[in-house]
């Protein structure tokens, strides 16, 4: 082994077969490389046959009809819940603002 670190190029150097220093050599054909910690990687794998794909239709189904819908009495309904909405949130204010008045009477007391 020369005493001076060769570079590649130079006369004096040879490149290892394997790699490197302590490095095994590579299995036989046919076998696959044990990888550290004894897992010898994932199985191979095959290709699949010919002709595995599903059949591609060129031209989807047209989209259905949808039923006519009544405007009008979908305004009148939207204004019927918009009302109760309103009258449910007037309650609970009127509710909450007499359970403030009631503990401030008696925190005054």
Do not use: K, N
């Not at 095994?24 to 076998?31: F, I, K, M, R, S």
């Not at 047209?62 to 309103?86: G, K, N, Y």
């Amino acid at each position: 082994p020369p005493s001076q670190p060769t570079t590649p190029g130079s006369p004096t150097h040879q490149p290892t077969r394997f790699g490197g220093p302590g490095q095994q050599p590579p299995p036989p054909l046919g076998q696959r490389p044990l990888l550290p910690g004894g897992y010898d990687g994932p199985p191979p794998t095959t290709a699949p046959p010919a002709g595995w794909r599903p059949e591609v239709q060129l031209r989807p189904t047209p989209p259905r009809q949808l039923p006519a819908q009544d405007m009008a009495a979908l305004d009148t309904e939207e204004q019927r819940a918009q009302q109760v909405t309103r009258a449910v949130g007037i309650v609970a204010i009127v509710v909450l603002l007499l359970v403030v008045c009631l503990l401030c009477t008696r925190a005054l007391r």
